[in-house]
Nanobody
Framework: VQLQASGGGLVQAGDSLRLSCAAS????????TGWFRQAPGKEREFVAA????????YVSNSVKGRFTISRDNARNTVYLHMNSLKPEDTAVYYC???????????????????WGQGTQVTVSS
């Protein structure tokens, strides 16, 4: 599948944003779908994931309580809902999908074969 991420922008601390990841060229049913982020000079970091059985409960401790992930299989789209944004959330956010990754590896970006192009999120203080 091909992925297209959108929804990033420049916001102030405390604001909210919703990122979207639209899939094409196939269905995301049966795929694990995740969001990762990468700040300048840092390694790509796991944010949140929906498992292959559509359980969207995998969230990084660094964003737990502020970010949630959801998936609409009918629209073939994954969302990242970001609340109470902080300057340290500033990064390029990537969506990813894979149909063979196992649950214990949902937070491992190396396990994902399909990637969107990334969308920039900048949070000012």
């Amino acid at each position: 599948v091909q992925l297209q991420a959108s929804g990033g922008g420049l916001v102030q601390a405390g604001d909210s944003l919703r990122l979207s990841c639209a899939a094409s060229g196939g269905t995301i049913r049966g795929y694990a779908t995740g969001w990762f982020r990468q700040a300048p000079g840092k390694e790509r970091e796991f944010v949140a994931a929906c498992g292959r059985t559509n359980m969207c409960t995998y969230v990084s401790n660094s964003v737990k309580g502020r970010f949630t992930i959801s998936r609409d299989n009918a629209r073939n789209t994954v969302y990242l809902h970001m609340n109470s944004l902080k300057p340290e959330d500033t990064a390029v956010y990537y969506c990813a999908a894979d149909n063979s990754v196992i649950a214990s590896q949902y937070d491992n970006y190396i396990q994902y074969d399909n990637w969107g192009q990334g969308t920039q999120v900048t949070v000012s203080s």
